[in-house]
């Protein structure tokens, strides 16, 4: 969920941005912790369960779990920002993201430490699509959140392109995605289309990320490429 007021209490706080940003001031008690570069082949159930279990050893070290909601914080809905967020609620965690509003009351420089707790973490498939997945999909359901030209170079079959900046938090309905509508998204790297996921999600859309996206989609080899 993608907040517009203070976060619920007791909350996690992930900061999100550069570690110079966070030493220039962040909000007391938050850690600093970016899973934007998070790449990985995840098309066999032995996959699936790596990811899991490295997710849990996470939550573990940064103190997060189950009856514990988080909040990602970074300055204004980036990719940085929506796939890191992607990436905890991926493995069952509660998550909010806060993408303004907490600027004036970043004044804290003292880093934190984490808290460790328990390993856990139930890996949310609602959230995920797999390369697999895909083939399953209705023509016009998978959408492509890269720019034109990316599109033209290389697609997936079936895939519609509506650019991420044609996404925003009141225009899915417009965009011809209503609410309880089920569709897929992807990108290049699963960063661009976190960002599209969280958008959608926000308005009732029941998106699913391709996390893999283009980078692992071209890379299997057996999976079609439309040039």
């Known amino acids: 969920m ?3 007021a203070d976060p619920p209490p007791g909350a996690l706080l992930i900061d999100s941005r550069s570690p110079a940003e966070y030493a220039q001031g962040h909000l007391e008690g938050a850690l600093n912790v970016d899973f934007s570069g998070f790449r990985g082949r995840l098309r066999s159930e032995e996959e699936l369960r790596q990811l899991e ?5 996470l939550h573990g070290r940064i103190g997060a779990g189950p009856n514990r909601p988080v909040v990602v914080y970074d300055l204004g809905l980036n990719t940085r920002l929506a796939k890191t967020a ?3 609620a991926l493995g069952g965690l509660e998550v909010y993201l806060w993408p303004q509003g907490w600027e004036a009351l970043a004044t804290s420089q ?5 808290a ?12 995920l699509l797999t390369a697999d997945e895909i083939k399953q999909i209705s023509e016009g359901l998978l959408l492509d959140v890269r720019e034109p030209h990316e599109f033209a170079a ?3 079959p079936g895939a519609k392109n509506i650019p991420l900046g044609a996404f925003g938090l009141g225009n ?3 965009l011809g995605l209503p609410a309880g509508q089920a569709v897929g998204v992807y990108c290049r790297s699963g960063a661009r289309s976190s960002s599209a996921f969280w958008l959608l999600r926000q308005q009732g859309v029941q998106a699913r990320n391709y996390l893999g996206s283009m980078l692992e989609w ?5 999976l079609p490429v439309v040039r």
Do not use: S
Request: charged share 25%.
């Open 86 to 88: 992607f990436m905890l």
């Open 172 to 174: 899915a309905e417009a």
């Open 154 to 156: 290389a697609r997936i």
């Open 116 to 127: 460790a707790g328990k390993p856990w973490a139930r890996l949310n498939r609602d959230l």
């Open 2 to 4: 993608i907040l517009t």
């Open 218 to 222: 071209e890379a299997e080899g057996d």
């Open 110 to 114: 003292t880093p934190a430490q984490p």
């Open 53 to 57: 279990l490295a997710l849990a050893d």
